[in-house]
């Protein structure tokens, strides 16, 4: 499969981003904010969903990915402490929530009520598999929604800004 990369640059890019990430895995070391540069960013273990919802009976995988937020003006966590550097974290969805537009709050929820509450001048994000893809032990599961199934649809990379692989344009 052709490495992922998305940029998102409004609400609903960022919601296709989010279902990429979601039941991504990382460590607190694993993330930094560079006020300076006013970026964000963060190295992690995504799920590979596509796959699983393209490829009914796969062999679910992990991709070593990297996030990025660039027009970062603060960050705040909660129930997260920087110096927990080998704490691990499973991302749940990354949201957004408007303010002066075109600003706003992008927030990143972590399972265990953790989450990164990012103000930003506007949306600006990116999204990039670092490298291939491994055999996952298992697909990740979430209480009570079992029956559930994940829309192939939400995993449009159109509408999030796809380009095309360096490897491949």
């Known amino acids: 499969m052709d490495k992922l990369k998305l940029i998102a640059l409004d ?3 960022l919601a296709v981003v989010s279902s990429h990430l979601q039941d991504a895995v990382l460590r607190v070391g694993d993330m930094a904010y560079l ?7 963060a190295v992690l273990n995504r799920f590979d969903w596509e796959k699983a919802v393209r490829e009914a009976d796969c062999e679910f995988e992990r991709r070593r990915a990297a996030l990025r937020f660039d027009r970062v003006l603060k960050a705040k966590l909660k129930h997260l ?3 927990s550097q080998d704490r691990v974290l499973s991302l749940l969805a990354v949201s957004f929530e408007p303010a002066e537009p075109p600003g706003g709050y992008v927030r990143l929820t972590f399972s265990g009520d953790a989450s990164i509450l990012l103000q930003v001048e506007c949306i600006e994000a990116e999204l990039k598999d670092l490298g291939p893809a491994w055999s996952a032990r298992s697909k ?11 829309e192939e649809a939400s995993f449009t990379r159109k509408s999030a800004g796809a380009e095309p692989d360096d490897e491949g344009a």
Do not use: C, M, N, Y
Not at 140 to 150: M, R, Y
């Open 35 to 41: 006020p300076s540069k006013k970026r964000f960013a």
């Open 81 to 83: 402490k920087p110096r």
């Open 140 to 150: 990740p599961k979430h209480p009570g929604l079992e029956s559930v199934e994940i």
């Open 11 to 13: 609400e609903e890019d």
